[in-house]
């Protein structure tokens, strides 16, 4: 059974450091995975998808590895901002069905001014 | 992209009443997932709503509970019926766009006293 593993469940950084969030999952067979941000009553949304062929994706000052050998993937902030504060989550679909994904519980961050 | 409107954004529910929620996009998708989000937990999918088909439901979840509908290819709805406390959670509904990513609805906060 895959599962997801976020580490850590929390962080708070002053603005402006460069930051790295951690997902591991159980089953390197993966098809996909997505990091996702939550803000409080606004839902989520899709920051990076990275294919099970992919070894990263990058958008803005955000970029997401993948090694599905080692089961990990990173997503890296450069030079947070208040604005980044937020929960990011983590996600993996397992076959081509891609709206059945498996979360991680995610990263709560809190980038101080 | 997709435009999901999800109704209502928050409801507090009386044990054993039933409570309706609606999903509304902004273009045809031939697949609308609905997950949930526990207090503390990540999500979990509940079921699949395919238009002109029944639902898919995912271990765990059951049809009687969570009844849903897919009358059009634009609109899904789910049912959580004969509500207990243990019902209190975030109830979103998701898309999968062209590029594969996952974009979400707002979600519903419901309470259950």
């Known amino acids: 059974k895959q599962e997801v593993t976020q580490i850590p469940a929390a962080l708070s950084v002053p603005e402006g450091e460069n930051l790295v969030l951690n997902c591991s999952f159980t089953?390197?067979?993966?098809?996909?995975l997505q990091w996702f941000r939550q803000d409080p009553g606004k839902g989520l949304t899709s920051l990076l998808l990275?294919?099970?062929?992919?070894r990263e994706q990058t958008s803005g000052r955000l970029n997401a590895s993948l090694d599905k050998s080692s089961g990990r993937s990173t997503l890296y902030i450069a030079a947070s901002q208040p604005g980044d504060s937020a929960t990011y989550l983590c996600?993996?679909?397992?076959?081509?069905?891609?709206?059945?994904?498996?979360f991680g519980q995610g990263t709560t961050l809190q980038v101080k001014p | 992209s997709a435009v999901i409107s999800q109704k209502p954004s928050r409801d507090i529910c009386q044990r054993g009443t039933s409570l309706t929620i609606q999903c509304q996009v902004d273009?045809?998708?031939?697949?609308m997932f609905w997950y949930r989000q526990q207090p503390g937990q990540s999500l979990t999918l509940i079921a699949t709503?395919?238009?002109?088909?029944?639902?898919?439901?995912e271990s765990g979840f059951v049809i009687d509970k969570f009844p849903i509908s897919r009358p059009n290819l634009t609109f899904s709805t789910l049912t959580v019926s004969n509500m207990s406390p243990e019902d209190s959670s975030i109830y979103l509904c998701?898309?999968?766009?062209?590029?594969?990513?996952?974009?979400f609805g707002s979600g519903t906060q419901l309470s259950v006293l």
């Open positions: 709503a395919n238009q002109g088909s029944e639902a898919t439901y």
């Open positions: 273009s045809q998708v031939t697949m």
């Open positions: 089953d390197s067979a993966i098809y996909n």
């Open positions: 996600a993996v679909t397992i076959s081509s069905n891609t709206g059945k994904l498996i």
């Open positions: 990275i294919q099970s062929s992919q």
């Open positions: 998701s898309v999968v766009t062209g590029n594969e990513k996952l974009f």
